[in-house]
């Protein structure tokens, strides 16, 4: 255990120079001490003890991973198996806490060892290496820090495709010693790269849990929340993250996180200049750029981090590679859709921050192929306006407009699809002809969305809902949300976060795809209103979901229905002025995700119970009559006999 702890914290020291020496094409070192094959060495029957009930077999099957290590000079092949990581992950959550530590420390070795930290493989033990973070043992936290910074020096980005998207997920555990650990490791790891001219990766994803640790009880989490906050803010921009406390946060807690977010405001934009955030040249806050500085060209992409390649979420979460070689706005368009995308980045930019990595990729207007709206050849956005493509009338499948919308997005590449909304329509008339349909089947007023727990009618259910999506929904997100691949848990957490950060961060919509979160007049295309057309499938998407084994997407759909929520009130708020019809939920609508909502309420784990029980209190409250709330927690909650911590 000493021995292999030990390795955990060489690893956190060493991993640049074993990463020089894995990933060198003429290493001295190779003649002296071959690398070896790790999987000759501990053989197949390493898995049996890995997996045995014996907690002597499982500290037989850790110390002869421990041992050919040593046998092989602590150097190995990089071509490590994802079903070795995934035997140490079952060790993770092992009763005998020593071999925790044990594992955390070949988890370091293992990186360090081979000079490389393969992103798939950190997938497997990610979260399970931060959950260790909230052990009261130090020794154990220890172990678990000096893991993830192995990872971190051997293959820097594995920080963001592989250890990232978990971050969010583990932050909604409570535990001081998680938060304080996690974010101090996080600010130490990203706060150096800006200085050696490395940008900063997406960190849209912390966005929203750094608002709650932010106003955690510890002062140490809030202070360490602030350093990874600048962070935030220099890679998403201020008026990202300050958008996204204005529609999040209500009350105290919007006044207590909104001077933390507006100390950002110039700070960040000074730190430019001594190379604290970015190497791009200074500008003062809220002055215009000048007009003799021309914007940096393809050329100066190599040695100016403001023009990198903008990260996308779906890079970010490991979906799609970077591309190395893809040219930049500039140098993809002409003369004038350059000018157009430097208009575009400089309005992304607000006073004294920087450029955002979820900004515009192309000029606002501009097609998904990088032509200009209205040019020959140009792809038209997916508009609602009646007589358009996009409209209720083009979308209703069947309709020669349908078809041949999608057989034009079917020769579309993912590329050109991530410009499109992840709704297509915004088609009322077909909400109102499903909930006919759904309301009629359930003669006795009792749907068949509240039989989710059974899994032969959830099946039925989820094919259903798969195939009523697929006229609705942009098709590269469909794949996501129904994907059936070995990893389909990450596409499914992939897609939940696309559909929730269109209508979390509002600057998103105009700059993106070209349209308004929100109308100003009744007649006019939103994505607030193509999501209000489309909210049943998204709620009924949501208690699908609910009922995964995977904590990391059932949290992602407590955040988007929270979302939906605010997008709702909010919606029904500046509507009032025209008198429309009530934007509030119908019975249709709550009866598609309450009864699942009310079934996690006996949940395990205490933050799914804390946050359903949130839902049910603090928003659903705001949407449905309380009478109407009060008779379903009836039906589903009290009377539930399978279940006490309902009933509780």
């Known amino acids: 255990g000493s021995l292999a702890g030990s390795d955990a914290v060489g690893g956190a020291t060493g991993g640049v120079s074993a990463s020089a020496g894995g990933g060198g094409e003429d290493d001295p070192m190779d003649d002296l001490f071959p690398r070896q094959d790790l999987h000759t060495l501990i053989g197949p029957g390493i898995y049996k003890q890995l997996g045995d009930s014996n907690w002597k077999e499982r500290k037989a099957g850790l110390d002869a991973i421990q041992g050919a290590l040593d046998s092989a000079n602590h150097r190995i092949l990089p071509n490590i198996s994802g079903d070795l990581y995934t035997a140490l992950k079952q060790r993770l959550q092992d009763a005998n806490k020593n071999l925790i530590t044990v594992t955390l420390g070949l988890l370091a070795a293992l990186s360090t060892d081979s000079g490389a930290a393969q992103a798939p493989n950190i997938r497997i033990v990610a979260l399970s290496t931060i959950q260790c973070l909230a052990d009261k043992k130090p020794q154990l936290r220890l172990a678990a820090v000096a893991a993830m910074t192995a990872w971190a020096n051997a293959t820097p980005t594995s920080v963001e495709q592989a250890v990232l998207p978990a971050i969010p997920s583990a932050l909604a555990d409570i535990s001081p010693e998680l938060r304080l650990s996690l974010l101090q490791w996080l600010a130490d790891v990203l706060a150096p790269r800006p200085a050696k001219g490395v940008r900063l990766p997406d960190l849209s994803l912390l966005i929203t849990p750094l608002f709650t640790c932010l106003q955690d009880r510890n002062a140490d989490v809030r202070k360490q929340a602030q350093r990874v906050l600048e962070l935030t803010v220099a890679s998403c921009g201020f008026e990202a993250v300050h958008d996204a406390c ?41 002055a215009p750029p000048a007009s003799g500085r021309a914007r940096p060209g393809p050329a100066d992409s190599t040695t100016s981090p403001i023009t990198d390649t903008v ?54 207007g501009a097609s998904a192929s990088g032509v200009p709206a209205g040019a020959p050849g140009a792809r038209p956005l997916m508009r609602s306006a009646r007589g358009q493509p996009g409209s209720a009338d083009a979308q209703r499948p069947g309709t020669p407009s349908s078809m041949s919308m999608a057989s034009q997005m079917a020769r579309m590449s993912n590329e050109e699809l991530e410009g499109i909304p992840p709704i297509l329509d915004c088609d009322f008339r077909a909400k109102e002809q499903r909930a006919r349909r759904d309301m009629s089947a359930n003669p006795n007023s009792v749907p068949r969305w509240a039989h989710l727990g059974d899994g032969r009618v959830r099946g039925d259910l989820e094919a259903q809902l798969s195939e009523q999506m697929s006229a609705h929904f942009n098709p590269l997100i469909y794949r996501l949300l129904f994907s059936t691949g070995h990893y389909k848990d990450r596409d499914f957490l992939s897609g939940l976060t696309t559909i929730e950060e269109v209508i979390s961060i509002t600057s998103l919509s105009q700059q993106r795809f070209g349209l308004p979160l929100f109308a100003d007049l009744a007649d006019e295309d939103s994505l607030a209103s193509r999501y209000m057309a489309n909210i049943d499938l998204l709620l009924k998407y949501i208690s699908i979901r609910m009922y995964d084994g995977s904590t990391h997407t059932l949290l992602k759909s407590f955040d988007l229905l929270e979302r939906l929520i605010h997008m709702t009130e909010e919606s029904q708020q500046k509507q009032q002025a025209r008198q429309p019809a009530s934007s509030s939920w119908t019975d249709y609508e709550v009866q598609a995700v309450l009864p699942a909502l009310i079934g996690r309420l006996g949940d395990a ?41 309902i009933r509780q």
Do not use: C, W
């Not at 999040?248 to 955030?277: C, D, N, W, Y």
């Not at 970010?316 to 590679?321: A, E, I, S, T, W």
């Not at 839902?615 to 909650?637: D, N, R, S, V």
């Open 605 to 645: 784990k205490e933050v799914v119970r804390a946050r359903s029980r949130r839902l049910l209190t603090q928003l659903i409250t705001h949407l449905y009559p309380t009478t109407k709330l009060f008779t379903m927690l009836l039906e589903h909650g009290v009377i539930n006999k399978s279940n006490a911590r």
């Open 246 to 286: 204005e529609m999040q946060l209500r009350g105290a807690a919007k006044a207590s996180v909104a001077p933390m977010i507006e100390e950002f405001r110039h700070t960040v934009g000074a730190a430019a200049s001594s190379g604290g955030m970015d190497a791009g040249p200074p500008r003062r806050a809220g």
């Open 311 to 364: 990260m996308t979420a779906a890079e970010l979460l490991g979906r799609q590679p970077i591309s190395q070689g893809r040219p930049g706005p500039t140098a993809a368009m002409s003369s004038s859709g350059a000018a157009a995308t430097a208009a575009a980045a400089s309005a992304a930019s607000g006073p004294g921050m920087l450029r955002r990595p979820m900004a515009v990729r192309r000029p606002v």
